[in-house]
Nanobody, 128 residues
């Protein structure tokens, strides 16, 4: 079982920045595609960004492209989501997730069904 722990959420004014972190103790972390998703109250969970095992390939939702940056440090077993130019529409609980379908060979994917391990989430609130 892979346990993922998110941190870094909080309250920020529109136009501000936050950096979310996702960490794990799992040694297999470096073999997984990692994704970030978010869920606002009353809405379905949606894709935000994903990164390949080696970090060379990334994928972003249209709504965050150019504002958010996903990265990973496999030595530290950590993924980061840098969020800039935050808007009120970005308010949500943010979750990191790991796709273990194809160790070392997976392609970043936007589909929730591809991800097998999920963190508990961290809340991001953007005030107008």
């Amino acid at each position: 079982q892979v346990q993922l722990v998110e941190s870094g959420g909080g309250l920020v004014q529109a136009g501000g920045s936050l950096r979310l972190s996702c960490t794990t103790s799992a040694r297999t972390f470096r073999s997984y595609v990692l994704g970030w998703f978010r869920q606002a109250p009353g809405k379905e969970r949606e894709f935000v960004a994903a990164i390949s095992a080696g970090g060379g390939h990334t994928l972003y939702a249209d709504s965050v492209r150019g504002r958010f940056t996903i990265s990973r440090d496999n030595a530290k077993r950590t993924s980061l989501l840098q969020m800039n130019s935050l808007q009120s529409e970005d308010t949500a609980a943010y979750y990191c997730a790991a796709d273990s379908t194809a160790p070392f060979g997976g392609i970043p994917d936007h589909r929730l069904s591809r991800y097998h391990y999920w963190g508990q989430g961290t809340q991001v609130t953007v005030s107008p």
